[in-house]
């Protein structure tokens, strides 16, 4: 009898562990069958589905105590920082104490191996993967997450059993005691939208409070995000092909193999406790960087990549794939164009007290984009100042909610006196840690940066500042930063 097809959706979802092991043990007669190519291609095929992708939960909206461990997940972010590779047992064997059977295991796409492992080196493969420190699209405004959440088809239920001690709050309100150091440097964050302050409405990304007790540690932990106030989880991405094509920055939209399990947490903790009675020469690692390469999963899980799909854009309204290559998608729409031109212009010759000029400005700045370079010019930039602006009320800080309402990320940067002083804009290289540090204008391609000049005092800059007002001065001519060693 064949299962359903709702039933093999859930087998491939909720159990892909179970697929990557049929396939290994099936290639143990056939051992240059190819199985872990064939394992990729299995969800790569899986995924093309119509709506498939709808059919996985997405870290991005779903809360992580709401997803099942060692379920196939997705996440939607940016690679912030590239670890060091790391060694792990491809293959190895376990004994069944009782009867001394052995059987080959296979160690891909797990953190933690089973009990009982036989060490043997004859049979022991070893392999090697690289980790990616990912976290969400800096900057992404509150209607792409909406949209993305209510896109989803996913179904899912918490992962732990307790009694909800009081009813629903929203995603990133749970998600603030997660990251309490980054509301150290809320006061030089830009303005939000109303929608922003009051969380997401939407009735998939609520959930019912579970119990943590990792709340103390947490509010310990710098999950190194680039913009002041961001939530949402970080992620370790754990790649095991391919990797070469990524690039620091890259926008992914990540499927793989979830894992929290509580035995990650046990092992950092062993680490930090044996570091400090032993000699600190006989560890390859300082216990600074044990703590950012090893957080509590509970906190940063784990994701074992078997597929990423680079994103061009992060606008849920528009396909994924280039504009070339749907012709469909651009017949519909074509007709409507001069229409909605019509409209944009009259709303923002509105907005902009009357200046239609500036307004055509406004619409060209907001659709240009840098498709390619020459040496150091890009080309394609189109980089709009407006001069004028009324300084008595809070214009600047209502122009840009608005502009958060018509592109997918973006970023407010008050220009002010403390912030240049004191803001870390460039991400900078930890050398003791191991790992980069974020800094504000770490942000993804095409996000729309907006520099409030108003913000503008008298007073002194110290060297920081003038090394934040020329990184700022970069941006806008040449849309590069150099990041600091």
């Known amino acids: 009898m064949m299962p359903s097809t709702q039933d093999w959706t859930d087998t491939w979802i909720n159990c892909p562990l179970g697929v990557v092991e049929g396939m290994f043990a099936a290639s143990q007669n056939n051992p240059d069958s190819g199985w872990e190519a064939k394992v990729v291609e299995f969800f790569k095929e899986q995924l093309k589905q119509k709506d498939a992708h709808t059919w996985v939960p997405s870290m991005n909206d779903v809360p992580l105590h709401y997803l099942k461990p060692n379920s196939l997940v997705k996440f939607r972010c940016l690679i912030q920082d590239m670890f060091d590779p790391e060694f792990y047992m491809g293959v190895y064997e376990t004994v069944d104490l009782s009867t001394k059977t052995k059987i080959l295991r296979c160690g891909k796409y797990k953190d933690v191996t089973e009990c009982g492992v036989d060490f043997n080196p004859r049979n022991t493969v070893t392999a090697e993967r690289q980790t990616f420190y990912c976290v969400p699209i800096p900057g992404e405004n509150s209607w792409v997450k909406e949209s993305y959440a209510g896109s989803s088809q996913a179904r899912v239920v918490p992962s732990t059993s307790y009694v909800p001690s009081r009813q629903k709050r929203s995603y990133e309100e749970d998600d603030d005691m997660d990251t309490q150091p980054q509301k150290q440097r809320e006061p030089h964050a830009g303005p939000q939208s109303p929608t922003e302050h009051h969380g997401n409405g939407d009735c998939k990304r609520q959930e019912t409070e579970a119990p943590s007790s990792q709340t103390a540690s947490a509010s310990h932990l710098d999950l190194n995000f680039p913009l002041p106030g961001e939530k949402g989880p970080?992620?370790?991405?754990?790649?095991?092909?391919?990797?070469?094509?990524?690039?620091?920055?890259?926008?992914?939209?990540?499927?793989?193999?979830?894992?929290?399990?509580?035995?990650?947490?046990?092992?950092?903790?062993?680490?930090?406790?044996?570091?400090?009675?032993?000699?600190?020469?006989?560890?390859?690692?300082?216990?600074?960087?044990?703590?950012?390469?090893?957080?509590?999963?509970?906190?940063?899980?784990?994701?074992?990549?078997?597929?990423?799909?680079?994103?061009?854009?992060?606008?849920?309204?528009?396909?994924?794939?280039?504009?070339?290559?749907?012709?469909?998608?651009?017949?519909?729409?074509?007709?409507?164009?001069?229409?909605?031109?019509?409209?944009?212009?009259?709303?923002?010759?509105?907005?902009?007290?009357?200046?239609?000029?500036?307004?055509?400005?406004?619409?060209?700045?907001?659709?240009?984009?840098v498709y390619?370079?020459?040496?150091?010019?890009?080309?394609?930039?189109?980089?709009?100042?407006?001069?004028?602006?009324?300084?008595?009320?809070?214009?600047?800080?209502?122009?840009?909610?608005?502009?958060?309402?018509?592109?997918?990320?973006?970023?407010?940067?008050?220009?002010?006196?403390?912030?240049?002083?004191?803001?870390?804009?460039?991400?900078?290289?930890?050398?003791?840690?191991?790992?980069?540090?974020?800094?504000?204008?770490?942000?993804?391609?095409?996000?729309?940066?907006?520099?409030?000049?108003?913000?503008?005092?008298?007073?002194?800059?110290?060297?920081?500042?003038?090394g934040s007002l020329r990184l700022c001065m970069n941006v806008v001519s040449v849309f590069r930063r150099r990041y600091s060693s």
């Open 372 to 466: 390619t370079r020459r040496d150091v010019l890009p080309l394609g930039k189109f980089t709009l100042n407006l001069s004028g602006c009324p300084t008595a009320s809070s214009y600047p800080e209502r122009l840009y909610q608005i502009l958060q309402q018509l592109v997918p990320s973006s970023y407010y940067l008050g220009m002010s006196l403390q912030n240049m002083n004191q803001m870390r804009l460039v991400p900078k290289k930890d050398y003791v840690a191991n790992r980069l540090v974020s800094g504000a204008l770490q942000l993804a391609r095409n996000t729309s940066l907006f520099l409030d000049e108003t913000q503008l005092e008298q007073g002194q800059l110290d060297t920081t500042g003038e």
């Open 234 to 369: 970080s992620c370790l991405v754990k790649v095991y092909e391919d990797w070469d094509s990524f690039k620091l920055n890259d926008t992914l939209e990540v499927y793989g193999i979830l894992s929290v399990s509580p035995a990650l947490s046990a092992l950092a903790d062993e680490k930090d406790a044996s570091s400090s009675i032993v000699d600190p020469t006989e560890y390859m690692e300082t216990v600074e960087e044990q703590r950012v390469h090893s957080p509590p999963a509970s906190l940063v899980p784990r994701l074992h990549m078997l597929y990423a799909r680079p994103l061009p854009h992060n606008n849920p309204l528009l396909p994924c794939a280039t504009l070339q290559d749907n012709s469909t998608f651009l017949s519909s729409t074509l007709c409507e164009m001069a229409s909605v031109r019509a409209e944009l212009l009259t709303y923002f010759t509105h907005v902009l007290l009357g200046d239609a000029l500036a307004a055509e400005y406004l619409i060209l700045h907001l659709i240009s984009n």
